[in-house]
């Protein structure tokens, strides 16, 4: 059972340096999320994949890129990372049906977490 | 746009004690709400949630209601144990693809 993977859990870059948060899900969900956690503005959305294939920004998207490698996995890149972006960042995915089926689809899963500082 | 204010922490209460954690939320339409509970080092997790105007979610002894007219969805326990020390947030969707989270309230409940 493990449900959403995320990876690394802990990272530490230098600013100007790149990394990529991967993401996996093993529940055959449709959509996929990043969150990024920061103390007092709970989690804001990044970006979301609605279905493989499609990706959208959230609330917060400049400075980073996603990609929605196939139906299990969302990836989240940080370019050229600044201070700003030392945060939490969660991965989660949702909805095995239709858009219809709106009480599965509402439930989230969230994965662990990476704690990324940037320097 | 759409909004979710909770109470800031940290609430620190005996065990034992009732618990009351207010959300209030800014949204068009209809949207379903949620309580989200996050232990240390964890991801979030459903606690419960409630889909139209005057339902009850309840799990685990919270409960919580969902009135349209003060639009709000307060999280409540009768009798707080110290396995409930966590941060609780509050979250609504009026789609499935988009959830807005409140800042989260830290419970800390002392034996």
């Known amino acids: 059972n493990a449900g959403v993977t995320q990876t690394p859990k802990f990272q530490v870059l230098k600013t100007g340096q790149s990394m990529t948060l991967q993401c996996a899900q093993d529940?055959?969900?449709?959509?996929m999320y990043w969150y990024r956690q920061d103390p007092g503005m709970g989690l804001r959305l990044i970006y979301y994949s609605a279905s493989e294939g499609t990706t959208d920004k959230g609330e917060v998207p400049n400075g980073y890129n996603v990609s929605r490698l196939n139906k299990r996995e969302f990836s989240l890149r940080l370019e050229s990372a600044a201070p700003s972006q030392t945060s939490v960042y969660f991965c989660?995915?949702?909805?095995?049906?239709?858009?219809?089926?709106?009480?599965?689809?509402?439930?989230?899963?969230f994965g662990s977490g990476t704690q990324l500082s940037v320097l | 746009g759409d909004s979710v204010t909770q109470m800031e922490g940290p609430v620190t209460l005996s065990e034992e004690a009732f618990l009351t954690i207010n959300c209030t939320y800014t949204?068009?339409?209809?949207?379903?709400l949620f309580w989200y509970v996050q232990y240390p080092g964890e991801g979030l997790q459903l606690l419960l949630k409630a889909t139209k105007a005057d339902d009850k979610g309840s799990n685990k002894g919270f409960e919580a209601t969902y009135r349209k007219e003060t639009t709000s969805f307060h999280l409540e326990k009768g009798s707080v144990q110290v396995s409930d020390s966590a941060v609780y947030f509050c979250a609504l969707a009026r789609n499935f693809n988009k959830f807005y989270f409140g800042s989260g309230t830290k419970l800390n409940v002392k034996p």
């Open positions: 529940m055959n969900h449709n959509s």
């Open positions: 989660a995915s949702s909805g095995t049906g239709t858009a219809v089926q709106t009480s599965t689809n509402e439930k989230l899963f």
């Open positions: 949204a068009t339409g209809y949207p379903s």
